[in-house]
């Protein structure tokens, strides 16, 4: 019998749904740039592109993306370099001005998205008024991951309901945002010389200020390390507080906002602990024989 062809409705479907690109800044990134790509490629719908922005690297992140280029040349893999400036947000602006999707993905060097992450990403943004979209993630070197996946979808829910709902928080390990909507924006983003704020509540305020949509996907998930457990307690406080700089270079008040800030620091010390138990069980060697 013949190969059933696709209906006109399942083409047309096809055709209305948004290529993603997916954009990854990367300096010195040699440790996990592969695990990410190798996610990044095999997808149940492929990207559209996938750009990995190299930042002035000392290492081998750049080499390493390019033997992936030959290994993968099937695969929409693209390098691009950005040594005008060292810094995530110019970084990132580069990929995000140099990306040719309808939507753009942005995560992190050592994020592993989910199989589906570009299926449901496009699935998210049918809505045509949903501008930019975020969801949960699931740390990957943490004991018990599905269970953290479920506590992190719940704890982002629930900042979302703590502050009214008036503000959707990007996530920059796991986030999509339509180029039009990074056309709007992408003059007035903070650049941050000082590296003060969060680059990813910054973007979200900018699309609030445009009232354009973000929304919460629950379905769209990305693992990541939990590698910011290791530091130390006064540096973790200042990665935390980058929310109260961020909000006042926006002049945002809102006390419902420090939310985040309060869950953020409240895990700290029983994550800390978790993730050094699962250190020390996961390097110890596997017993033969009952040795």
């Given amino acids: 019998m ?6 006109g409705d399942a083409l047309n479907d ?6 993603v690109s997916i954009v990854i800044p990367a300096y010195n990134e040699e440790g996990v740039i592969r695990q990410c ?24 992140t750049a080499d390493i993306v390019r033997q992936m280029q030959l290994e ?3 695969s929409p893999l693209v390098l691009l370099s950005q040594d005008q400036q060292q810094g995530l947000i110019p970084t990132r602006n580069f990929g995000l001005d140099n990306a040719t999707g309808d939507v753009l993905g942005r995560i992190d060097a050592d994020s592993v998205v989910e199989p589906d992450w570009v299926e449901q990403v496009q699935r998210a943004f049918v809505d045509q008024s949903v501008q930019a979209a975020t969801g949960p993630v699931v740390y990957y070197d943490m004991p018990m991951r599905r269970f953290g996946l479920k506590a992190d979808d719940k704890m982002r829910q629930l900042m979302l309901k703590l502050a009214k709902h008036q503000y959707h928080f990007l996530f920059g390990s796991n986030m999509a945002l339509r180029s039009s909507a990074w056309d709007a924006i992408r003059a007035e983003t ?12 910054d973007l979200s305020l900018h699309l609030a200020e445009h009232d354009l949509k973000i929304q919460y996907c629950p379905q769209m998930v ?52 978790l993730r050094a138990i699962h250190t020390v069980n996961t390097a110890q060697p596997v017993r033969r024989g009952g040795q």
């Fill in 37 to 60: 790509l190798i996610a990044a490629i095999y997808q149940s719908v492929p990207a559209h592109e996938i750009v990995v922005v190299d930042n002035l690297s000392k290492d081998r």
């Fill in 72 to 74: 993968y040349p099937e």
């Fill in 14 to 19: 096809a055709a209305n749904l948004p290529r």
């Fill in 222 to 273: 990305s693992g990541m390390s939990a590698r910011r457990l290791e530091d130390s307690p006064r540096d973790y406080r200042y990665y935390v507080t980058r929310f109260d700089r961020t909000y006042k270079a926006h002049n945002v008040k809102k006390m419902a906002l420090k939310a985040p800030m309060v869950v953020f620091f409240s895990v700290y010390f029983p994550a800390k602990l």
């Fill in 190 to 201: 903070c650049l941050d010389e000082k590296d003060e704020m969060h680059e990813d509540i």
């Fill in 2 to 7: 013949p190969a059933q062809q696709p209906s």
